[in-house]
């Protein structure tokens, strides 16, 4: 190796020790006891029961905002129909009168005629 500056074989070198470093040290590592696995997956089972827990709660959450959501939007259309419902309601209302009026003025006519008639039909007789 040279001073300050490594030539490649120097480098390929040393990233070869390094890798056969990190593989004996694998190896030579220890094979987990039953105990230490069941602790593992005890762990794992734990963080995925939050996980899922989280999850179901960030569910529930986001349905009852739907709901909401929904409940709000049936509410304004049930103002929404109610208020149609009243102005036709009015307008009908309107033209009832409107009928009413125009029936008793038609009968009053009719009415009127009817005594014409019959005062002409008393001076002829």
């Known amino acids: 190796m040279g001073f300050k500056l490594p030539d490649h074989k120097d480098r390929a070198a040393v990233a070869a020790k390094a890798r056969a470093a990190a593989l004996e040290k694998f190896k030579t590592a220890a094979e987990p006891t039953p105990e230490e696995l069941a602790a593992r997956d005890a762990r794992a089972a734990a963080a995925e029961e939050k996980r899922l827990a989280k999850l179901a709660a960030f569910a529930a959450k986001r349905e009852a905002q739907r709901q909401a959501a929904a ?55």
Do not use: Q
Request: positive net charge; proline residues 0%.
């Open 71 to 125: 409940d709000a939007r049936a509410a304004k259309e049930a103002a929404k129909l109610e208020a149609l419902n009243r102005i036709i309601l009015s307008e009908e209302e309107e033209l009832a009168a409107k009928k009413a009026e125009r029936d008793a003025r038609y009968a009053a006519r009719k009415a009127a005629k009817s005594t014409a008639k019959a005062v002409k039909k008393a001076k002829r007789t």
